[in-house]
């Protein structure tokens, strides 16, 4: 476990995750409303007190306020930046009660509190675009390759070699997809269809409960197969590969390294990086033949478990295909990546109501400021990542049918809809006072979930 990085940097990397989401979130609101008309009285990152600030030449007033825990568009006819209507004697003319936001049809006030939500969204989407159009993706087949002790895999008749075709009824492409349903249901039991010697096999498996631990100290209950799903195929090689040099070809199975043998990928490392400097022997099956290398392992760095730099030999392979997207292609898999996002934190929530997951799993503004400055010092693809899946919660957070928040408001106009009227003023304003001291409530109990779980309180 390497130390988490110091005060500063946390604070730094939270306001820099914080910081430009709720800018893109308020921005949303503000250029739909401007769209459609609706003066906006004030635009503000941050709640509170204002502490730097200007008016441009529509009036608007720019802010930045001392609580930087979210921010707010308030719209001409708001009473207040949860968007309450004002009174009807606003001693308004008829030329300014044209360009507040409650006289608007209600298909575009739908529009406007809706387009935060939905540029966070999209945020994500070309993020994860982004990520997947530069680098593709690893692609690795979900075959057996060993067991963890005590697998419940294993014991409920998987054996080396089978290939996962299926969880559950839904087709498995690669180890990714089987992680997707596994690692979120501890203690559930699946049902797994395998391929094996040309048959397609199907066993029920319960999954095993394990507290994952990450090099931060952060701690997380998943599911677990207990099996290892790689393969010791080569998939790719990347720099000046040695092995590549050698003459091993994308597709060789290893079958072992100076005569010890080799069955998961995960050997490999341990049998080559103590190595640099050496000749070793590598044993390959290509189809039908069976083929012996001479591979000269190279040094090279790497970051260990503490984060520092250390020199191992490399003989530079990786596992799994790799798998690139057109413009078109990357969309789409950043579309697909953020829906799975908010699939898994829908997932998180319902166990946690089922009482499958701790309430101690909510984390706070305290929680996202740690993971904010453990990312930043991982490098800036991991930061921004992580500021992607942050931007995911903010859009999810925002869309519940709470009063206050944007799915509050959709909930109201889904009401006027049916209704063919808008609801009461005063229900609104009710409504939205219980809506924000729910609210409230929330966040000063994942606080304190977050303080409790420090260092410094025993957590």
């Not at 269809?193 to 631990?213: C, Q």
């Not at 057109?326 to 997932?347: I, Q, S």
């Not at 991991?382 to 899946?389: E, G, I, M, R, W």
Request: glycine fraction near 12%.
């Amino acid at each position: 476990m390497t130390g988490s990085p110091g005060l500063l940097t946390t604070i730094f990397a939270f306001l820099l995750v914080l910081g430009p989401l709720v800018l893109i979130h308020e921005l949303g609101h503000y250029l739909v409303g401007r769209l459609f008309g609706v003066k906006a009285d004030a635009f503000s990152i941050g709640f509170g007190k204002e502490l730097a600030g200007w008016t441009d030449k529509r009036g608007t007033r720019w802010k930045l306020s001392a609580l930087p825990l979210g921010g707010y568009v308030q719209f001409s006819g708001d009473m207040n930046p949860s968007s309450a209507p004002g009174a009807l004697d606003d001693r308004m003319t008829a030329e300014e009660r044209s360009h507040t936001f409650h006289v608007k049809p209600l298909w575009q006030r739908a529009l406007i509190v809706l387009a935060g939500p939905m540029t966070n969204l999209l945020l994500c989407v070309a993020i994860f675009a982004a990520f997947y159009g530069f680098y593709g993706r690893m692609v690795t087949d979900a075959e057996v390759s060993a067991f963890a002790q005590n697998s419940p895999a294993q014991q409920a008749g998987l054996r080396i070699g089978d290939r996962i075709v299926a969880i559950d009824g839904d087709r498995i492409g690669d180890v990714r997809e089987v992680a997707d349903h596994t690692i979120y249901y501890p203690s559930k039991t699946l049902s797994i269809s395998i391929e094996r010697d040309g048959e397609t096999v199907t066993l029920p498996v319960t999954l095993a409960t394990r507290e994952l631990k990450d090099r931060f100290g952060n701690e997380a209950r998943i599911g677990d197969l207990g099996v290892d799903l790689t393969p010791p195929l080569v998939g790719g090689f990347h720099g000046d590969s040695p092995a590549e040099k050698a003459g091993l070809e994308i597709g060789d199975r290893i079958l072992a390294v100076d005569g010890a043998p080799v069955g998961s990928f995960t050997d490999i490392p341990r049998l080559i990086r103590p190595n640099a400097g050496r000749s070793v022997d590598v044993k390959v099956r290509r189809g039908t033949e069976v083929l012996t290398l001479p591979v000269a392992i190279t040094a090279g760095t790497v970051i260990d478990e503490q984060g520092k730099a250390v020199q191992v030999g490399q003989i530079g392979i990786s596992v799994g295909r790799l798998e690139t997207f057109g413009p078109l292609g990357a969309v789409r898999k950043g579309f697909d990546e953020t829906f799975h996002a908010m699939g898994t934190m829908v997932t998180g929530i319902a166990q946690i109501f089922t009482g499958d997951r701790s309430v101690k799993e909510l984390g706070g503004p305290i929680k996202i400021a740690q993971y904010s400055g453990q990312q930043f010092t991982l490098g800036w693809e991991a930061f921004v990542s992580f500021a992607a899946l942050i931007s995911i919660n903010l859009a999810f957070i925002n869309l519940l049918p709470i009063p206050g928040l944007d799915g509050g408001h959709l909930a109201f106009y889904a009401a006027e809809f049916v209704r063919r009227r808008p609801l009461g003023v005063r229900s609104q304003e009710w409504a939205i006072r219980t809506g924000v001291a729910l609210v409230l409530a929330l966040m000063v109990f994942v606080t304190v979930n977050d303080l409790a779980q420090l260092p410094i309180f025993g957590g």
